[in-house]
């Protein structure tokens, strides 16, 4: 079972594979923000609620890789990444997530769904800022050779965030807006 200590959602969801929901269900998909700032993590935790979605928070790359691999396949429909981080960077976690993935599909039982590519987006204060030591790129450059599939600056706003879903995880649809709610 997957840790949810840092989970913002209700218990009746802990450890369910969620399907991809958006508006008022009480389970929805799931995005995990991997951030050692907990006022990131907050402020992105508020952006994937309002965009219908579950938020599951982590501290560091360590932790990520973690809550990842301890999960049912396809538990998670996106990954808000930090770079710099404590203990293992975001680079760093990517690349071990990656590396995961390739080994479920290499060894897939065919009794079980097989694990999708888990979008991974980094979420970084200087996309084009200084790279780990030792290394010529900068940040979001090195970023996405170690296997991310976007690089965004922070802070990220509530329509990047959707642009982001709508690109990466094609079956989310906006919750409805408060407004549509009242017309229908």
């Known amino acids: 079972m997957v840790s949810m200590r840092h989970a913002v959602v209700s218990a009746s969801c802990e450890g369910q594979v969620l ?25 992105l935790s508020k952006l994937v ?4 979605l579950q938020p599951v928070e982590c501290m ?7 809550l990842v691999s301890s999960s049912a396949p396809n538990s998670w429909d ?10 293992l ?6 690349k071990q997530l990656r590396e995961w993935e390739a080994e479920n ?20 204060a200087e996309p084009s800022g200084a790279a780990p030591a030792g290394c010529s790129k900068d940040a979001g450059q090195h970023a ?4 991310v599939d976007d690089v965004v600056g922070k802070p990220l706003s509530y329509e990047e965030l959707c642009a982001l ?17 009242a017309s229908a």
């Open 165 to 181: 879903l709508r690109r990466y995880v094609p079956a989310w649809q906006p919750a409805p807006t408060t407004s549509a709610k």
């Open 78 to 87: 996106m990954i808000l990444m930090d770079l710099n981080m404590p203990k």
């Open 105 to 124: 599909d290499a060894q897939h039982d065919p009794d079980t769904p097989p694990q999708s590519r888990i979008p991974i987006v980094a979420c970084t």
């Open 144 to 147: 996405l050779e170690c296997g």
């Open 60 to 66: 560091d790359g360590a932790e990520c890789c973690s």
């Open 49 to 52: 609620l309002r965009a219908g």
């Open 89 to 94: 960077d975001g680079w760093q976690a990517t």
């Open 19 to 43: 399907p991809l929901l958006g508006g008022d269900a009480a389970c929805f998909g799931r995005v995990l923000i991997a951030d050692d700032l907990a006022i990131n993590r907050k402020v």
